[in-house]
């Protein structure tokens, strides 16, 4: 993502401040992009008109696009300084709507609003926003209730010591589309990369098994592969950290530390059996994080909803 020209802003019709709009009209005034303010609409009492024709049906529906479409209108109003085009869906998933306009019409960014817990002062994360997360082919940023300030934070989860090409290629795509927004939102950037503790089990059963010797060697190597990697997007030590423990526990500590405004993390859109057996890592980090996430497949990725 060194560009981007056409931005799909999901609007939430039972919210009263649309997010997701704002932050596309900001991040499009810097990069000139085309915004399309997006509904998906569904009257589940349409289901129970089967006994009405199906011209009074269609009418029917065509009256509640139809008031969508008036509301959208009222609504992008407000931003009179750019040009916002407006599309109204009559769909009852709203996540598949969303995918098949993302692949049809070739858009560079979804942002969607996220949900925020008023008494936990947390984000909550909606079953829309987790299938986009693992299924839409194009970047997906899920906003909160904050504006980005000038030199903010940006922070890039890397996982850098991993030999699996797929993970190295997604590497270089968090770090270069989260450079890319720094570069356009005047932030600073930092690169996060875990590693694991030592194995207790392995201290245990093999007497002559030194865990300090041993941990102390994967940090090195560790924090060598990280520092590579930084090195190779011209980017300081200094703006690399390091530690030790589970990504979903680390990566939400340092984003807290830094007072990160985003998060840039990649997942492999794994669905199904091998997503329940498996675990996504990224899932258990982004349901832990409180900010804005921008959420990314691998190059080449291919969602089950094409074909």
Known sequence: MDQIKHILAVVDP?????????????????????????????????????MLSKEERDAMRDAVIKDREAWLDELTASFVDIEINKKVVWHNRPF?????????SDFDLVVKSTHQHDTLKSVIFTPTDWHLIRKCPAPVLLVKDHAWPEQGHVLAAVNAASDN?????????IITDAKFICQIANANLSIVNTYPAT????AIEIPEFNPSQ????????????TYA?????????????IKEGLPEDVIPYVAKEFKSELVVIGTVGR?????????????????????????????????????
């Open 14 to 50: 039972t919210k009263e401040q649309q997010h997701s709009l704002q932050r596309s009209v900001s991040l499009a005034k810097k990069t000139g992009a085309k915004i399309t303010a997006f509904l998906s609409i569904y009257d589940f009492s349409y289901e129970m008109t089967t």
């Open 96 to 104: 598949e709507a969303i995918i098949k306009n993302v692949i049809n």
């Open 165 to 173: 090409e797929q993970h190295q290629a997604l590497n270089n795509r």
């Open 199 to 202: 194995p207790v089990n392995i």
């Open 214 to 225: 041993y941990n102390e060697a994967v940090k090195k190597h560790h924090e060598d592969e």
């Open 229 to 241: 990697l930084a090195e190779k997007f011209s980017l300081e030590r200094g703006q690399c950290v």
């Open 271 to 307: 669905t199904g059996l091998s997503a329940a057996l498996v675990g996504n890592t990224a899932e258990h980090v982004i349901d832990s994080l409180d900010c804005d996430v921008l959420a990314l497949k691998p190059d080449g990725y291919k969602s089950p909803l094409e074909g």
